[in-house]
C-alpha cells in the first residue's frame, strides 16, 4: 500500500469513529468538523467511506441543518451541513420490531406525519390527539407525541402547533408513506406485525 | 367625539375581518375562505370615513392581514401544485381506516433511521483518561478557590433597612390605593393614560418600582390593559367601581419589559418637550 493509500485508510478509519459515535445531542457531525478533522479534501474521504459503508447496506447522508436532504451543495453549504449515517435500504418489519420499537408508537409516528404532511407540514397538537385517539387511549397518544417531540421528529410552537421535525425529513420518505398510506403503492410482502397495544410494554429506545 | 353607530358597525366588522385573516393564517385551513377582492373592496369602502389614528391603524392592520392571507393562498397553491399534495381528509380518512399494523408496515417502508451509537470510543477513554490524571483532588481545587470575607452577623436599624428598601414606611395596600387613585385622576378626561406614560418616573429605579406597583393594580382589578393599534401600543384605564372587581372575566398575562434604553428613550423626549 502506497503512503497515500495507507494515509487516506487512516482517515477513513477515523471518519467512521466521528460519523458512528454520538458526539452532541443530535447525531451526526458537521462538515467543519470533519474539515477540521480530516483535512481540506475530507470529502473525497467520505466518498471512501460511503464506498466501504455501501457493502454493510449503510450510506452517509448530507443534510441541512433543519434536515432536509442537501443536493449539490457548494463547500460553504458542505461546511454548515450535517453528516449523517443511514440506512441504505429500509428495514424489514422483523428487523424494525426487533429494534425496540413498538408497532403502536410507529403506527401513531405514520399517522402523525402522514396527518402534518398532508396539512402542508402543521397541525394543531389537540387535532393530532384527537386522530390518534381513535385508536389508542390518551395516555399512550400523551406519551408517544412526547417521545416523538423529544427524538426529533416533531416540533411544537407555543401555539401548540406541530411540525415535522429535522429527523422526520432526515428519515422519511415524505412522499413514498403517503402513497403507501393511499394505497397507492403495491404492498410489499410482509410478515404478520399484529398490534402490541395489549401485549407487555417494551421500551421504545430506536 | 363619541363615535356614531355606524362608525361603531364599521369598526367591528373591520375587527370581525382581522379576526378571519388570523384565524386562517394561523389555524392552517383553506386560505381560500377568506374573500379577498370582497374584503379589499370593503376597506375600500371604509377608508373614506376613517378620521383617527386608532381607525386608520386599524385600515392598516386589516391591509396587512389580508397581505398574509394572500402569502398564504400563493403558498397553499405551490403546495397543491406539489407531489406532496394530497386531500387532507382523505388522508384522515384513510388513517383512521388503517389498523396498526398495516401503518407499521407502511412506515417502516418509507423509514430510513439514522446510526447513532451511545458509548464512548477508544478516543474518548484516552481523553478521559489523560483529563483523570491532570485534574487536581476536589480538596486542591476547593483550596485555590478565592474566599470570601466573612462577615460577624451584626444587628440592622429600621432606617437602614428603609434606606435598603427591605421596609418600606407605607403599607403595600396603601401604596396601591394611592397610585390606583393617581390613576383614576389622570384619566378622568381621556379615560386611558398609555402604561409608559404612567409608570414614567425621572428615575429608573422609581419607573421600575411603579411598573411593579402597576402590575398589582392589574391583577387585582383596579386597572386594565389594553393593547392598541398596529404596534399593540399599552394603554391603562381604570375599573369603573371603586374597589377591585371580583373577578376577572377572561385571565391573561403579558410581559411588559421595563428596559433601561426605552427609559432613556422617554427621558431625552421629555426633557426636549
Known amino acids: 500500500m502506497s503512503d497515500e493509500a495507507a494515509a487516506y485508510a487512516r482517515r477513513t478509519k477515523r471518519a467512521a469513529q466521528l460519523l458512528f459515535f454520538q458526539r452532541h445531542r443530535r447525531p451526526g457531525v458537521k462538515g467543519w468538523e470533519l474539515k477540521r478533522t480530516l483535512g481540506r479534501n475530507y470529502m473525497k474521504v467520505i466518498e471512501l467511506l460511503d464506498q466501504e459503508l455501501g457493502k454493510l447496506g449503510l450510506e452517509i447522508k448530507v443534510l441541512q441543518e433543519e434536515g432536509q436532504p442537501l443536493e449539490k451543495p457548494s463547500p460553504e453549504e458542505l461546511d454548515r451541513a450535517l453528516f449523517v449515517i443511514r440506512l441504505r435500504e429500509p428495514l424489514t418489519a422483523t428487523d424494525a420490531r426487533l429494534s425496540g420499537w413498538r408497532i403502536d408508537d410507529v403506527a401513531a409516528l405514520a399517522a402523525t406525519v402522514a396527518y402534518i404532511l398532508s396539512r402542508q407540514g402543521k397541525a394543531l397538537q389537540r387535532d393530532v390527539e384527537r386522530l390518534l385517539e381513535t385508536k389508542f387511549p390518551g395516555w399512550v397518544v400523551q406519551y408517544a407525541l412526547e417521545r416523538f417531540l423529544r427524538r426529533g421528529y416533531l416540533t411544537r410552537d407555543e401555539s401548540g402547533m406541530l411540525y415535522l421535525g429535522w429527523r422526520s425529513r432526515a428519515e422519511i420518505d415524505q412522499k413514498l408513506l403517503l402513497n403507501l398510506i393511499m394505497g397507492e403503492e403495491p404492498p410489499r410482502a410482509q410478515e404478520g406485525a399484529p398490534t402490541d397495544m395489549e401485549g407487555s410494554r417494551a421500551p421504545m429506545t430506536p | ?273
Open chain 2, 1 to 273: 367625539m363619541p363615535r356614531t353607530l355606524d362608525e361603531g358597525k364599521r369598526r367591528e366588522r373591520v375587527l370581525r375581518l382581522i379576526q378571519l385573516c388570523r384565524t386562517a393564517v394561523e389555524r392552517g385551513v383553506d386560505p381560500f375562505e377568506v374573500d379577498v377582492k370582497d374584503m379589499l373592496d370593503l376597506l375600500n369602502r371604509y377608508l373614506p370615513g376613517w378620521r383617527d389614528l386608532d381607525e386608520l391603524s386599524l385600515d392598516a392592520e386589516a391591509l396587512n392581514r389580508l397581505a398574509a392571507v394572500i402569502e398564504l393562498q400563493g403558498n397553499w397553491i405551490r403546495y397543491r401544485c406539489s407531489l406532496l399534495y394530497v386531500d387532507p381528509l382523505v388522508v384522515e380518512f384513510k388513517v383512521r381506516a388503517l389498523d396498526a399494523s398495516t401503518l407499521f408496515n407502511d412506515f417502516v417502508r418509507a423509514w430510513r433511521p439514522v446510526l447513532e451509537y451511545e458509548q464512548l470510543s477508544p478516543q474518548q477513554i484516552k481523553e478521559a483518561v489523560e483529563y483523570w490524571n491532570r485534574l487536581p483532588s476536589l480538596a486542591e481545587r476547593l483550596r485555590r478557590l478565592p474566599r470570601a470575607p466573612w462577615i460577624r452577623p451584626s444587628r440592622m436599624s429600621l432606617d437602614e433597612m428603609l434606606q435598603l428598601g427591605v421596609f418600606s414606611a407605607q403599607g403595600f395596600e396603601q401604596v396601591l390605593s394611592e397610585l390606583a387613585a393617581e390613576l383614576r385622576d389622570r384619566t378622568e378626561r381621556e379615560g386611558s393614560v398609555t402604561y409608559w406614560g404612567f409608570i414614567y418616573s425621572d428615575t429608573y429605579e422609581e419607573t421600575v418600582r411603579r411598573a411593579y406597583l402597576t402590575s398589582f393594580l392589574i391583577t387585582y382589578g383596579y386597572a386594565r390593559l389594553e393593547l392598541r393599534g398596529l404596534d399593540e401600543e399599552a394603554y391603562l384605564r381604570p375599573t369603573p367601581a371603586e374597589g377591585p372587581s371580583p373577578e376577572p372575566q377572561q385571565p391573561s398575562s403579558f410581559a411588559m419589559p421595563v428596559d433601561y434604553e426605552t427609559w432613556l428613550r422617554l427621558s431625552e423626549a421629555r426633557r426636549l418637550e
